[in-house]
């Protein structure tokens, strides 16, 4: 929308909540219901999965950011910029990624003895999905429509990602090590 029209129709936007644009009822955040992992291993377990997801997703991000770039050249101007806009975007959620994986091996540092911490680099092959169970393989693929509702799914709130990390935010407002 352009600023003119938000400013026309400000009613019509979604709310944020929990740093998310909600077009649904609120649900309170799953970290409140969710169990802390049984012991520190776990919690090392599952840290390490969660930054090989955000690592894979991150590729993903950069391999459809990058097939627009090549198709810049020689396309009128409004879309040469809009291309340019959106390959800024899709970088700009990659390096998100690579901040949240930085932030899990931060964690990992922190909970590894002395002299022990291995940074968690392994790239997962399979990204968590909507639910429980529910996985896709990792793909690396053009920006076309049905990757980018893809990326919508991952970043959506959900059993995934959010999943993923409310086990690990629960076992450390627990005590990190139980």
């Known amino acids: 929308m352009a600023h003119n029209e938000i400013n026309r129709h400000w ?24 169990m802390p992992l049984p012991d520190a291993a776990a919690l090392l377990t599952h840290l390490r999965y969660a930054a090989g997801v955000e690592l ?14 090549r198709h810049d050249a020689g396309l009128p101007q409004m879309l040469s910029d809009d291309i340019r806009a959106a390959f800024a975007e ?27 911490f291995e940074p968690a680099l392994a790239v997962a092959v399979e990204i968590p999905l909507g639910g429980p169970g529910e996985y896709r393989p990792l793909q690396f693929r053009a920006a076309e429509p049905t990757t980018i509702a893809d990326f919508i799914e991952i970043e959506a709130p959900s059993m995934s990602v959010d999943g993923l990390y409310a086990r690990i935010y629960a076992t450390l407002v627990a005590g990190g090590r139980n």
């Open 11 to 34: 009613q019509l936007l979604n709310f944020v909540l929990e740093r998310r644009e909600r077009v649904a009822p609120y649900q309170a955040g799953m970290a409140s219901s969710a």
């Open 56 to 69: 894979a997703v991150m590729l993903e991000y950069l391999s459809a950011a990058w097939s627009l770039r």
């Open 90 to 116: 899709i970088q700009r959620i990659a390096i998100g990624e690579m901040r949240h994986v930085r932030t899990v091996n931060d964690l990992i540092a922190g909970l590894s003895p002395p002299g022990a």
